[in-house]
């Protein structure tokens, strides 16, 4: 099991762009989430996916889009990059035997110029 | 929606010495308080998790209390190793899977 991965490990991207961050999981769990990590300031909800063919907004959406392609993935898109949005991104998924568990991927570094 | 507060955000012992954090929540929906582990430039991993039918867990050298009518859990640590030495976070879920996290506190164990 590689358990949960993510695409790219480290991008930079200037301020306009648009990029796709990738994620999945081989551990057949329903939900998915994507976080953002700042200096000081924890694990913050984007979105996430409770099940296949469902998303729903967190804590901090704004200038952030998702699409649940199957059970495995959840990918994430920044349509136009902003410096705000320099942060680490860690996409999850949960389980255990109540499915609260998050299980979280390397994360990917995004320095946004 | 829920809120964790988290305590203290940094926090340094003496191997050997004990560590304590503290975490308070507001939604008594909360049902499962998980802690993790995070190390320099790793991801998250869990090290212990406790649900609101229980006031304690213990794993090793790791516990974890729970006050349901106050609202607050912690996490202890003792025998500190260096190896101890990383982020820990907090988090409470209301609804399966949804967690809300601690802003984290960065435990030093000097040797």
């Known amino acids: 099991n590689a358990g949960v991965t993510q695409t790219p490990k480290f991008q930079v991207l200037k301020t306009g762009q648009s990029m796709t961050l990738q994620c999945a999981q081989d551990m057949n769990h329903n939900s998915m989430y994507w976080y953002r990590q700042d200096p000081g300031m924890g694990l913050r909800l984007i979105y996430y996916?409770?099940?296949?063919?469902?998303?729903d907004k967190g804590e901090v959406p704004n200038g952030y889009n998702v699409s649940r392609l199957n059970k495995r993935e959840f990918s994430l898109r920044l349509e136009s990059a902003a410096p705000s949005q320099t942060s680490v991104y860690f996409c999850?998924?949960?389980?255990?035997?109540?499915?609260?568990?998050?299980?979280f991927g390397p994360g990917t570094r995004l320095l946004v110029l | 929606g829920e809120n964790v507060e988290q305590h203290p955000s940094t926090l340094s012992v003496q191997e050997g010495d004990s560590a304590v954090i503290k975490c308070t929540y507001s939604?008594?929906?909360?049902?499962?308080f998980p802690w993790y582990k995070q190390e320099l430039g790793k991801r998250p991993q869990l090290i212990i998790d406790?649900?609101?039918?229980?006031g304690e867990k213990k794993d090793q050298r790791i516990a974890v209390t729970l006050n349901k009518t106050a609202k607050h859990f912690s996490l202890h640590i003792t025998e500190t190793q260096p190896e101890d030495s990383a982020v820990y976070f907090c988090a409470a879920t209301a609804r399966a899977g949804k967690s809300t996290f601690g802003d984290g506190t960065t435990l030093t164990v000097k040797p």
């Open positions: 996916s409770a099940s296949e063919g469902t998303t």
């Open positions: 406790i649900r609101s039918n229980v």
């Open positions: 939604d008594s929906a909360s049902n499962y």
């Open positions: 999850a998924s949960t389980g255990g035997p109540f499915q609260e568990t998050q299980y």
